[in-house]
């Protein structure tokens, strides 16, 4: 409820506003009014969200966070951190208002929130804080720029945050889940150079909580596993390593992908998201690759044998593709794309450059293979065949 609550809140700003209103200010004052209030109620300290903010801000860069505050458009290919650009400004524009509010007083907000409205709005904050909005800014990344050297309770961070949320009390099974998650993301990390900006893992989710928040997360249901940009959601009943990776494999990918996250096929998108959670499976001793692999080859004789014999290769592997429906024949035809080009070029083919404005993935394909993707489909035919 409290996530709809700043989503109401933003909407109604921007709903009222006639004015150029930075995002930062309005989005970090939602979430600041929402972070007292849950303090509150005692569900979550504020001080613990202070130190967060203070861990993320130590983590982030200066040039990135003055770009933010100061709205400069991003450019037309924007580095991975742009991906991120929500949860950034987020926590940024939060740390902000906290900061006004340490220097003015709660009142001063609540000044500004009855004037904002009332006419034009930087006599509204110039009033309420003492200071134009561009003093203030300067006085904020001075003040940031002091938190990213200063000793404190809040180390400096090697890497983005990464939030685990459950809904209850912790249990020994969800620390255990920590510690899952930990390994997960430092995998990826070292293992491919993957790293997302900052993801948010909701696990151990019952569907009458997904439910109650799915409207905030761009709706669709729980089977098991689910994303939306940065943030993970796993069911009560599938919270295994495996179906996490495969989740996060997802919010990686997305980035990589300058958020066209559908542009890519499902083949492709589960497969991979398949392929790398099994090596993760693999790597942490939860799984043996060729067993894992055999028992997905024998599905995939199954159908083949059930398909037409006078079928092309090629056809043979779209018939084979699309009859499957549990990603077994995805994570295979994403292996033979690996045993062809290699893990490099498969994660390129979520970063194909755009630029021709095509949004056809087989117009794209042969930019980062140099074949056709009906002579992928030709050779992974063939290679099914070869399975009878």
């Not at 505050?69 to 929500?86: D, Q």
């Not at 904020?140 to 309770?153: C, H, I």
């Not at 790597?283 to 199954?302: I, M």
Request: glycine share 6%; charged share 25%.
């Amino acid at each position: 409820m409290s996530e709809r609550y700043v989503a109401a809140a933003i909407d109604y700003t921007r709903s009222r506003a006639d004015h150029d209103e930075p995002e930062w200010l309005i989005a970090g004052h939602a979430h600041y009014v929402r972070s007292r209030l849950l303090a509150a109620r005692g569900i979550r300290a504020y001080e613990t969200v202070r130190t967060e903010l203070i861990g993320y801000a130590r983590a982030t860069d200066l040039a990135i966070d003055s770009e933010t505050l100061n709205a400069v458009p991003s450019h037309p290919w924007p580095p991975p951190w742009n991906t991120s650009r929500e949860t950034l400004q987020r926590a940024l524009g939060t740390m902000a208002i906290d900061w006004l509010v340490q220097q003015q007083g709660t009142s001063a907000l609540h000044r500004y929130a009855a004037e904002r409205f009332s006419g034009d709005w930087r006599h509204a904050f110039a009033r309420a804080f003492g200071m134009t909005i561009e003093r203030a800014i300067e006085r904020f990344e001075q003040y940031r720029a002091q938190l990213a050297t200063a000793d404190g309770a809040a180390p400096r961070l090697g890497q983005p945050l990464h939030h685990i949320v459950y809904f209850g009390p912790i249990t020994e099974r969800r620390l255990e889940f920590v510690e899952d998650v930990e390994r997960i993301v430092q995998f990826f990390e070292e293992e491919y150079g993957l790293l997302a900006e900052a993801a948010t893992f909701v696990l151990d989710l019952d569907a009458e909580a997904y439910d109650d928040i799915r409207g905030t997360v761009g709706g669709g249901h729980l089977n098991c596993g689910n994303i939306y940009r940065s943030m993970v959601f796993v069911a009560d009943d599938c919270m295994y390593p495996f179906i996490i990776a495969h989740e996060y494999v997802h919010v990686l990918t997305d980035e990589l992908s300058y958020r066209k996250f559908r542009t890519q096929p499902v083949w492709l998108l589960e497969g991979v998201a398949e392929y790398l959670a099994l090596q993760q499976s693999v790597h942490d001793g939860r799984a043996n690759r060729d067993s894992a692999l055999r028992s997905r080859e024998e599905v995939a004789r199954g159908i083949v044998e059930a398909l037409p014999a006078e079928l092309s290769d090629a056809e043979l592997a779209i018939a084979t593709i699309e009859r499957d429906s549990y990603y077994k024949i995805y994570l295979l035809a994403v292996q033979h794309l690996v045993d062809l080009f290699g893990v490099e070029s498969m994660l390129a083919a979520f970063s194909i450059p755009y630029g021709d404005g095509s949004q056809d993935f087989s117009d794209r394909f042969p930019g980062v293979f140099g074949k056709t993707l009906e002579e992928f489909f030709a050779s992974f035919g063939s290679w099914l065949r070869s399975l009878l």
